[in-house]
């Protein structure tokens, strides 16, 4: 025995509701995704940017001590990437639910943390690595806010 539906925007048997193009109760509601996609900008790329940072401060470490390397050079790489690329996925994850300013200068600490403890394997002075840290959390922090600031809804 087969039961026909009604046509769109019928009345429906008594003590039914009426039809309006799609049958009620049919479809689901989209459902939204919670969980993290490998394709999305905000996941690949800071797992890609951590692996180039954590060679850079193990080739930076390697050269200021002597181009031998060790075990030390290859953890703190390892370490320094993992934490970059940590660091990263979570501001693109958190990020947009923070205001324009803040979310500006969480990105401009992280950049000039990032930069200066990557100067600093060098051998230079703290106080160089400190100004050239400070000039780039300050550059970073400009360009992420201007950036935030003319794409505001």
Known sequence: MTHAAPAPGTPAAPGGTPTTGRTAGRH???RTRTGVDPRATGTW???LA???YGFWVA???RDASGYQVTGWNILLGFVS???FAGIAFGLHRVGPALPKEARALAWAVFAGLAVGFCYSQTG????LATGIALGAAFGTG???FYHYYVTED
């Open 28 to 30: 689901r509601a989209p």
């Open 45 to 47: 790329l800071p797992v």
């Open 50 to 52: 951590g692996i180039v």
């Open 59 to 61: 080739g930076i470490s």
């Open 81 to 83: 990437g993992i934490l």
């Open 124 to 127: 230079h002075s703290v106080l």
């Open 142 to 144: 400009v360009a992420t």
